[in-house]
């Protein structure tokens, strides 16, 4: 079936640092989306990207949408402790409208 | 912003007992309902996907008479855990799209079995 191959698993970084993570998949996804989850909660939306090659930004989140339609990566500017918790990818398969998450990748970030 | 609304946040429930989820789109109608699963540190699994008014979708490995979902109106479905056991102990979360709406999720029900 299809698979969403998310990296790095976690990240321990400095307050400050810049961080990047990807996502890769031997399928092609229609719409890439980048979510965030915190303990306890349901994931929360924070780019959505709709077009190959699409470069978006949401304050100091940048995503972008591979050329292939087989991957994307998110870059965090600047990161604050508050930006701690598990980053998920999630591609929208096109049978259905399923949408498939990655395995997430934990940031931690030291003060 | 689209709304979905996940009741119970947590429940325990005792081996052998049923449990019933509900999942309500607030201020849209959710034409689709898609029902995941997470275990601790892992990500989130799809069971199933249902359109209102036709009967779910399940994932391969997710027994449909174990998890029965309903999506009666545009607004509300529901995943009843039937017989649960402590193996089914786990984050329970939906997700609702509608006709002009993305994905938008609920904040998921702890499900304890004891």
């Known amino acids: 079936g299809q698979q969403l191959n998310q990296s790095p698993q976690s990240m321990f970084i400095q307050e400050g640092e810049d961080v990047s993570m990807n996502c890769t998949s031997s399928s092609i996804f229609n719409t890439w989306l980048w979510y965030k989850q915190d303990p306890g909660e349901g994931p929360v939306l924070l780019i959505a990207?709709?077009?190959?090659?699409e470069l978006t930004s949401n304050g100091r989140l940048t995503a972008q949408f591979g050329i292939t339609r087989k991957d994307s990566f998110l870059n965090i500017s600047a990161s604050i402790p508050s930006d701690v918790g598990i980053y998920f990818c999630a591609g929208v398969y096109n049978q259905g409208g399923k949408l498939i998450f990655g395995q997430g990748t934990e940031l931690s970030v030291k003060p | 912003g689209a709304v979905v609304s996940q009741h119970p946040s947590w429940v325990i429930c005792k081996s052998g007992t049923s449990v019933k989820i509900e999942c309500r789109s607030l201020?849209?109608?959710?034409?689709?309902m898609f029902w995941y699963r997470q275990f601790p540190k892992q990500s989130l699994m799809l069971m199933a996907t249902s359109n209102e008014g036709s009967k779910a979708t399940y994932e391969q490995g997710v027994e449909k008479d174990k998890f029965l979902i309903n999506h009666a109106s545009l607004t509300l479905s529901t995943l009843t855990v039937t017989s649960a056991h402590p193996e089914d102990s786990s984050f329970y979360i939906c997700s609702a799209r509608g006709r002009e709406n993305g994905y938008t999720f609920g904040s998921g029900t702890r499900l304890t079995v004891v």
């Open positions: 990207l709709y077009k190959a090659g």
């Open positions: 201020d849209f109608q959710a034409t689709t």
